[in-house]
């Protein structure tokens, strides 16, 4: 697909002699995202059941990007300074690195070497989760929190006092990746390569705090930090960023700022999407 040899999007249909069968796709994230790998698959299926196929409509990225002026606005928020030459010169020397190493990286991913096929998978059933919502929603009139922010409560609080030491100061960065389309104006099964962002919110004093206490500083965090404004402002710095070809540098100052934590976690929450059905 990067040399232009591949189809931007392949489909395999895999049947099986008990009568079952596993579509799996293949795609581009150049052409769609998540989001728009959701719509897709979705529309399919209600197609197979003889269903309306709902309206989708391909964003072009152009329409949406920041001009020079406002990208380097967003550039110096985030960072402190306009873009320097350090970081053109440090984007160039990272995608040239990229290039290099992709081939060796796809061969040991098809190969099984490496960590990427091998992370650990944690599976909640649905009681487990009301479980922990109770566990983690705060006492006193109005307190509420999300499941996601319940989840990822529980999950920083157990992992905190199993890998970090008492003498800790506790720091979690949590990052969310986050769908833009409603920040952009667009409708939820608008196609688009990159209709996401990622938001970092931080605390510290982690081994002090109760379950309940890091789910309410989450839900406070993230009303603070995820309005609509804020995940469309850092969607076009992310977009502007790879228009520039900026994208590795960007990342890096991200992981940079990730990486003060004692502890970091990364939010993709599907948990909302349509489980198609091909009848």
């Not at 059941?49 to 391909?58: I, K, Y």
């Not at 949406?64 to 300074?81: M, T």
């Not at 002090?208 to 309410?216: K, R, S």
Request: hydrophobic share 45%; charged share 20%; with cysteine.
């Amino acid at each position: 697909v990067r040399r232009g040899r591949e189809p931007l999007l392949t489909a395999t249909l895999t049947r099986f002699s008990d009568g079952s069968a596993i579509l799996g796709i293949g795609r581009s994230h150049a052409m769609l995202d998540g989001s728009s790998m959701w719509a897709f698959v979705g529309d399919w299926a209600r197609a197979a059941r003889g269903e309306a196929s709902v309206a989708q409509r391909h964003e072009r990225l152009e329409d949406h990007l920041p001009d020079e002026a406002e990208f380097q606005r967003l550039w110096s928020e985030k960072f402190g300074a306009p873009v320097s030459t350090t970081d053109r010169v440090r984007a160039v020397m990272m995608a040239a690195s990229c290039a290099l190493m992709a081939p060796v990286k796809d061969l040991a991913f098809l190969a099984g070497i490496g960590h990427d096929l091998k992370r650990p998978r944690v599976f909640f059933s649905t009681d487990d989760l009301a479980a922990i919502k109770a566990a983690a929603t705060p006492t006193g009139a109005g307190s509420w929190v999300s499941t996601q922010e319940a989840v990822a409560a529980y999950i920083v609080h157990v992992l905190g006092r199993v890998l970090l030491p008492a003498s800790s100061s506790g720091v979690v960065a949590l990052t969310f990746v986050l769908d833009v389309r409603k920040a952009l104006g667009l409708k939820a099964q608008d196609t688009f390569g990159v209709g996401l962002t990622f938001i970092t919110v931080s605390f510290a004093g982690l081994l002090t705090m109760t379950l309940a206490e890091v789910a309410g500083k989450l839900h406070t965090m993230a009303a603070d930090a995820l309005p609509q404004r804020a995940i469309k402002e850092h969607w076009q710095l992310t977009a502007g960023s790879m228009e520039a070809g900026l994208n590795f540098r960007y990342v890096e100052k991200l992981m940079a700022a990730g990486a003060e934590s004692d502890l970091h976690l990364a939010l993709n929450n599907q948990s909302k999407r349509e489980l198609p059905d091909f009848g």
